[in-house]
């Protein structure tokens, strides 16, 4: 039963995405449903001045619309309709699925230089959970997602939005610090039944950074039973993950990597050293915390990181480069020229209909 969608593309929050935002939602939504709903069609349609992408699937509306919904750019969406004497299909609105919990002020909410647009952010989880085995995870809660680099948490409160558990790691403490205090204050302003506890974090011996973790519920008795969601933060090395979190057990990678250029507030170890070499060092441990089948979604500056050399060192650590070089390229400002690199282990259980995805011309509107 082939079913079509046209979602209303919200408009971009950030000028700089103007150009961008069209070929960037259509290239999300060639992954998402690509991956869920081979055959699935995809293209950008203007339809009484607005910009809508329509979505054809081989799969029942129920199915399709969740999916839809959580496109990081649907606003509004609506099926053709065949009504008798009129020329062309009516538009019938359909309402979003229920997809995101709690409100939306948990991801705008804070703002400062560095911040990962949560926009994009969106469509870096959508990405990364779309590549894994897991994937419909998404959409009962249980996907297990990391953010290794999660500054001030943007992926973090997205994905509690998304009834996810995540888990981050960010090196610097202003940013971990930071994030304990917006949650703890945000909980608390919207009467969330919550525990929560902080501390250092050690290994063997030695202190390595801090901890921070909460578990949320919307009442006492569903937290209490365990049944709530919760965040945990770890206040240290990326490279130190591997001690810290249990082997193959993470279902999807979501990361805004270090530009290699003075990007807002951010100084320190971040910009010490060339993103790629960040990469490097960390593509192993990555890999080790990642199932066989799960999926890795990077946004990268391309003016300090390469397409060729970023493929090359990742397939050096047992991983593979599946997006085209440019396919999600777009210009942030001046210095950042940012892309996303779609990651999986070389021995994903579907790598062959992954890299398949990947190969296609990225203009190209069929998956
Ligand atoms: C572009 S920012 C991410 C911003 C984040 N998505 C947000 O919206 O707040 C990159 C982050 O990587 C962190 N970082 C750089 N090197 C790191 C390392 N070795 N281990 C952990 N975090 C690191 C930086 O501290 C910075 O917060």
Known sequence: MSTTLLALRAPSANRVYTDAAGPLAAAEARWVLGTRFPGAVVHERLLAGHDHLEITADAPREQLLPVVSLLSSTMALYEPVDVPDEPAPLLRPVPL???LHHSSDLETTLK??????EQFTALLI????????????LLDGTLALLDPMCGRGTTLNRALRLGLSPTG????????DAYRTFLLAWLRQ???RHTSEAG???LRGASIG??????????KETLRAGGGQSVTVLGTDTLALGDLLPDGRTDAIVADLPYGVQHGAHHGASLQRSPLEVLRAAA???????????GMALAVNRRTADHAEASALLADAGLQLLSADGAFRHRVDQAIDRDVLLVIRSDHPRADMLRALGAPDPKDSHV
Do not use: I, Q
Request: proline share 7%; no cysteine.
């Open 97 to 99: 699925a229920p997809v």
């Open 112 to 117: 400062y230089p560095g911040k990962t647009n």
């Open 126 to 137: 959508n990405l990364a959970a779309s590549l894994s085995e897991n994937r419909d995870r």
């Open 169 to 176: 790691a960010d090196l610097d403490r202003r940013d971990t």
């Open 190 to 192: 919207h009467r969330l």
């Open 200 to 202: 250092r974090l050690s």
């Open 210 to 219: 801090t901890r921070f973790r909460a578990e949320l519920a919307a009442d």
């Open 284 to 294: 192993p441990v990555w890999r080790r915390l990642m199932r066989p089948g799960a």
